[in-house]
């Protein structure tokens, strides 16, 4: 495997990492988030159940509530419970009147509650054997509720207790004619204290729920089932009274189970109405899925025609990447088998491009620096060869020097003698380059050796003052860092006239050799002090340099050799003032850094 992917180019290396970056994340992620999003799509399938079976909750308990109502204000309203108690005393027979005008107060009062409400059918039950109701009793004669079974239980309830009846079959004809298959039906006992005045009766017109249960789904089951799971209401009559099947696996209220129903799963959920009723929802759970599987069908479609038109993007773009790479690997090749004229030819604005671009200017270059090497080594032959035949033995110059120095010395001249011997010095230090490091007190005296001489042509003024601790005469310094500094000051800082220069040196604590430089000379205006600085610092190109005289090298010179000498652990400072001289601090370490 390993071999393989060796074999491949960097082309086809790219091609395969994209598809299995690409597809083999895509493939796994699919899988594994098909496994884990089984309790939540489940979860989700429920929550949407449970959300759809409130709103069916809602719209019957508020049915409910209102049938409720309507009993507890013929129990609890002094006026009603005073025309239902009367009406219960007067005997039908004796007292026809009486029993009308109350009824009439009674159709008067509960005529103007009913109308605010949907087709609720009220029955008023008496001892006597009456009755009062607010339909027609000519299609149905609510006397025949007497012989319910339910009727009798309801009497026997003690206060405050309703008999929650369930499904009836439908008694009234409505306003249209058309009578719907059944009602839903409550009973009340109406007491006064322990003696019963009345069972009041109300239904409730099931078209509107029936209309409301059949809207669900067709696979869907929705009913209502009281506490021991006897069916109270469906939309399929045959099934009031009888026992919910799966009443054992109902579900506490919140909740949903799985059910196995013919093979299928169906999701089971049950919400309470009330205390005694609840109502419950049973759906395949394949049907109740299918907009969430849909979606994720959606998605996962929509998610692979990204990945392929994002691979093949890639792809493409690979391709564009790579040939410009492939060319300038074959450049390389060629060049190396020896055509060096062998170009690219690549261009762009992108790094590609600019790396082509630049790669063969970097060839026209390296011929044009080929040309010029062998030019210079031309030179260089023909310059050695001149040197060579212009060379004087410096051993030759200092005897000659000696000679005169000891002729003008038998003629009694002193002084002269002592000035060739100084030129012999300084000459010999300066030719000698045998020893890049000398003691600073080597340093120290090549500088008197210079100033003697600088004050043949000034007359003694130019004067040395030294001030060096014991401990720093030893120390070790880079031959000639100190005369390029003193030039600079006779030229620039006395103008080639008279003045005192000064130089302190002591070691620091840390070991470092301290050397202050100070002249008394004219001093640097602050422009020109700045410009100096940025030109140390190599920051810009002075417009004017140290002259660099006898040593070849100026003031940037002596700070470019420290640098490169001992790195940053050195320091090269320069203070200056108009009129008040300039001083120059060195700092230098004894131990120079190692290459």
Not at 2 to 11: P, V
Not at 172 to 183: I, Q
Not at 514 to 540: C, F, H, M, P, T
Request: with cysteine; glycine share 6%; hydrophobic share 40%.
């Amino acid at each position: 495997m390993r071999t393989w992917i060796q074999a491949l180019s960097l082309r086809g290396k790219l091609m395969a990492g994209i598809v299995v970056c690409l597809l083999l994340p895509a493939v796994v992620s699919f899988f594994v988030s098909n496994w884990f999003t089984q309790d939540v799509m489940k979860e989700q399938v429920t929550r949407n159940s449970q959300e759809s079976l409130k709103i069916v909750d809602q719209y019957v308990a508020n049915q409910l509530d209102r049938m409720l109502y309507i009993l507890n204000l013929l129990q609890f309203d002094p006026d009603l419970h005073l025309f239902v108690t009367e009406l219960g005393r007067m005997d039908p027979v004796r007292q026809p009147y009486e029993i009308v005008q109350t009824k009439l107060k009674l159709n008067k009062r509960l005529d103007a509650i009913l109308a605010s409400f949907d087709p609720l059918y009220l029955t008023i039950l008496l001892p006597n054997g009456d009755f009062w109701a607010n339909y027609s009793s000519f299609d149905f004669d609510p006397k025949q509720l007497f012989d319910k079974p339910w009727y009798q239980e309801t009497s026997e309830l003690v206060h405050y207790q309703t008999r929650w009846v369930g499904g009836e079959t439908n008694y009234v004809r409505n306003t249209d004619g058309v009578r719907s298959p059944y009602v839903l039906t409550l009973a009340k006992p109406i007491r006064s204290g322990d003696q019963l005045r009345a069972v009041a009766v109300v239904s409730l017109d099931a078209a509107a729920l029936l209309k409301l249960f059949s809207s669900s789904k067709k696979e869907e089951t929705l009913l209502i089932t009281d506490r021991e799971g006897r069916i109270v209401f469906d939309k399929e009559m045959e099934r009031i009274g009888t026992l919910f099947p799966f009443r054992d696996q109902l579900p506490s209220e919140g909740q949903a189970s799985l059910i196995e129903v013919d093979g299928e799963a169906n999701l089971l959920i049950a919400e309470a109405l009330n205390p005694h009723w609840q109502l419950v929802s049973m759906s395949p759970y394949k049907q109740a899925s299918k907009p969430i599987q849909a979606i994720r069908r959606i998605d996962f479609l929509i998610q692979t025609l990204c990945l392929i038109v994002f691979a093949g993007v890639l792809l493409y773009l690979t391709g564009a990447l790579t040939t410009p790479i492939r060319r300038l690997a074959q450049t390389v090749v060629r060049i190396e088998s020896g055509h060096l004229g062998e170009r690219s030819g690549i261009r762009g604005r992108d790094e590609v491009g600019r790396l082509g671009f630049v790669f063969d200017r970097m060839l026209d270059r390296i011929e044009m620096m080929v040309q010029s090497i062998i030019r210079e080594q031309e030179h260089k032959r023909k310059a050695e060869l001149a040197m060579l035949q212009a060379q004087i033995n410096p051993h030759f110059l200092f005897n000659i020097l000696n000679s005169i120095r000891m002729r003008i010395l038998l003629r009694g001249d002193a002084e002269n003698a002592d000035l060739i011997s100084s030129l012999s010095s300084l000459l010999r230090m300066t030719i000698n380059r045998n020893n890049e490091f000398i003691s600073l007190h080597e340093e120290i005296e090549m500088i008197g050796q210079y100033v003697r001489l600088i004050n043949v042509r000034l007359g003694d003024r130019l004067h040395l003052k030294l001030s060096v601790a014991s401990d720093a005469v030893l120390a070790e310094v880079p031959r000639f860092v100190l005369q390029p500094i003193i030039e600079n000051a006779y030229l620039h800082g006395f103008a080639r006239k008279g003045g005192t220069i000064t130089i302190h040196a002591h070691l620091l604590a840390d070991g470092r050799l301290n050397i202050v430089i100070a002249d008394s000379g004219v001093g640097i205006s602050k422009e020109r002090l700045e410009r100096l600085r940025a030109d140390l610092q190599g920051e810009e190109e002075a417009k004017e340099r140290t002259s660099t005289g006898l040593s070849g090298i100026g003031l940037r010179n002596v700070y470019e050799r420290l640098r490169l000498i001992y790195k940053e652990h050195c320091s090269f400072v320069m203070d200056s003032e108009p009129g008040q001289g300039t001083t120059i601090t060195l700092v230098i370490p004894q131990q120079r850094e190692e290459e």
